[in-house]
C-alpha cells in the first residue's frame, strides 16, 4: 500500500507528517509536484535517519511558490495527469502533495487526483486553528465524496482537544498521531514520533 499525504491547508505540516511516516514505515517518498524552493525532498531528507530510504524527484519541478497550474502557466508547462507514473521501487511510497487536496494542477485536475491515480491510501495532516475544524470537515467530505480510502488524520501544533474531538466525531475519522508545537524540527524528533505513530498505526 502506498500513503498519499494531504493537508487542510498549504503550511498544515505534510513534509515533517511525510518524513515521520518514512521513518515509521522505512518507506521512499516521492513529491509529484513541487513550486518553489527549498525542495521538500530536501527537507525530509535532513530528516530522517533510515540511510535505506530513497527520495525519489519531483515529476513537475516548478520555480514559482504558487499554485501549480499558476506556476506552470508563468513557465509554460502544462501538467498532464497522464505524464505522471510512481516511481520504480519495491518498497512502500509516501506521496507528499502540493498544498491543500483542492489545489489545481491544470484546469481539470486537482492535486487530491493523484491519490486516485496511484489508489493511495489518504493521511490527512490538520493544523489547528481558528477555523480549522470547518476546513477539515470540509475536506474529509470531498475525499469520502470521492470514495477515497483514507487511512486517518494527524493533527499538527498545539493541542486543542475540543477542536479535536468534534473533529474525529463528525469526520468519523480515528487520530493516527498528535504532533505537539516543537521548538525544533529534528532527526530525535521524528524518530520519536515516528515510534509513537507505530503504536497506532496498525491498529
Same mark, same amino acid.
Given at each position: 500500500?502506498?500513503?498519499?499525504? *494531504?493537508? %487542510?491547508?498549504?503550511?498544515?505540516?505534510? *513534509? @515533517?507528517?511525510? !518524513?515521520? @511516516?518514512?521513518? !515509521?514505515?522505512? /518507506?521512499?517518498?516521492?513529491?509529484?509536484?513541487? /513550486?518553489?524552493?527549498? @525542495?521538500?525532498?530536501?527537507?525530509? !531528507?535532513?530528516? =530522517?535517519?533510515?540511510?535505506?530510504?530513497?527520495?525519489?524527484?519531483?515529476?513537475?519541478?516548478?520555480?514559482?511558490? /504558487?499554485?501549480?497550474?499558476?506556476?506552470?502557466?508563468?513557465?509554460? =508547462?502544462?501538467?498532464?495527469?497522464? $505524464?505522471?507514473?510512481?516511481?520504480?521501487?519495491?518498497?512502500?511510497?509516501?506521496?507528499?502533495?502540493?498544498?491543500? $487536496?483542492?489545489?489545481?494542477?491544470?484546469?481539470?485536475?486537482?492535486? %487530491?487526483?493523484?491519490?486516485? +491515480?496511484?489508489?493511495?491510501?489518504?493521511?490527512?495532516?490538520?493544523?489547528?486553528?481558528?477555523?480549522?475544524?470547518?476546513? *477539515?470537515?470540509?475536506?474529509?467530505?470531498?475525499?469520502?465524496?470521492?470514495?477515497?480510502? %483514507?487511512?486517518?488524520?494527524?493533527?499538527?501544533?498545539?493541542?486543542?482537544?475540543?477542536?479535536?474531538? %468534534?473533529? @474525529?466525531?463528525?469526520?468519523?475519522? +480515528? $487520530?493516527?498521531?498528535?504532533?505537539?508545537?516543537?521548538?525544533?524540527?529534528?532527526?530525535?524528533?521524528?524518530?520519536?514520533?515516528?515510534?509513537?505513530?507505530?503504536?497506532?498505526?496498525?491498529?
Amino acid at each position: 500500500m502506498n500513503y498519499f499525504v *494531504t493537508g %487542510i491547508d498549504t503550511d498544515s505540516g505534510k *513534509t @515533517l507528517v511525510s !518524513a515521520i @511516516l518514512c521513518e !515509521a514505515l522505512k /518507506a521512499d517518498y516521492w513529491k509529484p509536484v513541487q /513550486a518553489g524552493l527549498p @525542495l521538500d525532498r530536501d527537507t525530509v !531528507a535532513g530528516l =530522517i535517519s533510515d540511510p535505506s530510504i530513497v527520495l525519489h524527484n519531483e515529476q513537475y519541478f516548478l520555480k514559482l511558490p /504558487a499554485s501549480p497550474h499558476a506556476a506552470a502557466k508563468l513557465e509554460d =508547462i502544462k501538467i498532464e495527469m497522464d $505524464c505522471f507514473s510512481l516511481p520504480v521501487s519495491d518498497k512502500t511510497l509516501v506521496i507528499e502533495g502540493a498544498g491543500g $487536496c483542492l489545489v489545481p494542477l491544470n484546469n481539470e485536475n486537482f492535486v %487530491i487526483d493523484l491519490a486516485s +491515480r496511484f489508489n493511495a491510501e489518504v493521511v490527512l495532516v490538520a493544523d489547528l486553528y481558528l477555523g480549522s475544524i470547518n476546513h *477539515t470537515l470540509l475536506t474529509l467530505s470531498e475525499l469520502k465524496r470521492r470514495n477515497l480510502p %483514507i487511512k486517518g488524520l494527524i493533527f499538527n501544533g498545539e493541542r486543542n482537544p475540543q477542536s479535536e474531538e %468534534i473533529i @474525529l466525531h463528525h469526520g468519523g475519522m +480515528r $487520530c493516527l498521531l498528535r504532533i505537539e508545537k516543537e521548538k525544533e524540527i529534528t532527526k530525535e524528533v521524528v524518530r520519536r514520533y515516528a515510534e509513537l505513530l507505530l503504536t497506532t498505526w496498525y491498529g
